[in-house]
């Protein structure tokens, strides 16, 4: 059974960017699956970030394109999530999962990291 | 953006009634949709995808129906395990939107 693990600091000063790890154990970043990033602020619902295929496409929310960036690294079996110039809403859980390959229509999210919260202040 | 309206916010119901969560979409959809179930201080787990295929391991009672704009998740009869705040997720298109979500509380 696959386990997706987020790491990276819990508070970024604002103007700055925010990088995250999300390593994957229990199988193979270059199985047929894609991976993506979710973020929930505090108490409010889910929103999706972006997501990434082994061979390096991405995908990411138009709203936040601009100052996303999503990489793999393969050797390590792990993707990262970068969010430059954060402001105070982008405090959040930041949760990192695997798409579903099961699904004739990719977008099902079958395995979640347990989340870590990001705050962003000065 | 298609946009996710989920109904209602908040239900209180009692251990062993049927429960009933609409969620409605902006524009058709199709049948891809998925369900999930998260509990405080946890992620989201996956019950249901395609409107209504129930996820391997998850219990029976839950079921989801529809397709287009309106689905539906029903528990057929609550259990302790089941109060969780309920999010409907749609991936017919980009970028994949959710509902706002339903808290199912203790009655």
């Known amino acids: 059974q696959e386990q997706l693990q987020e790491s990276g600091p819990g508070l970024v000063k604002p103007s700055g960017t925010l990088s995250l790890t999300c390593v994957v154990s229990?199988?193979?970043?270059?199985?047929?699956?894609?991976w993506s990033w979710i973020r929930q602020p505090p108490g409010k619902g889910l929103e999706w970030i972006g997501e990434i295929y082994h061979s390096g496409s991405t995908n990411y929310n138009p709203s936040l394109k601009s100052r996303v960036t999503i990489s793999v690294d393969k050797s390590k079996n792990q993707f990262s999530l970068k969010l430059s110039s954060v402001t105070a809403a982008d405090t959040a859980i930041y949760y990192c999962?695997?798409?579903?390959?099961?699904?004739?229509?990719?977008?099902?999210?079958?395995?979640w990291g347990q989340g870590t919260l990001v705050t962003v202040s000065s | 953006d298609i946009q996710m309206t989920q109904s209602p916010s908040t239900l209180s119901a009692s251990v062993g009634d049927r429960v009933t969560i609409t969620c409605r979409a902006s524009?058709?959809?199709?049948?891809?949709l998925a369900w999930y179930q998260q509990k405080p201080g946890k992620a989201p787990k996956l019950l249901i995808y395609k409107a209504s295929t129930l996820e391997s391991g998850v219990p029976s009672r839950f079921s989801g129906s529809g397709s287009g704009t309106e689905f539906t998740l029903t528990i057929s009869s609550l259990q302790p395990d089941d109060f969780a705040t309920y999010y409907c997720?749609?991936?017919?298109?980009?970028?994949?939107?959710f509902g706002q979500g339903t808290k199912v509380e203790i009655k």
């Open positions: 229990g199988g193979s970043i270059s199985s047929s699956n894609w």
């Open positions: 997720q749609q991936y017919n298109s980009y970028s994949w939107t």
């Open positions: 999962a695997r798409i579903s390959s099961i699904s004739l229509v990719r977008g099902v999210i079958d395995y």
């Open positions: 524009q058709s959809i199709s049948s891809w």
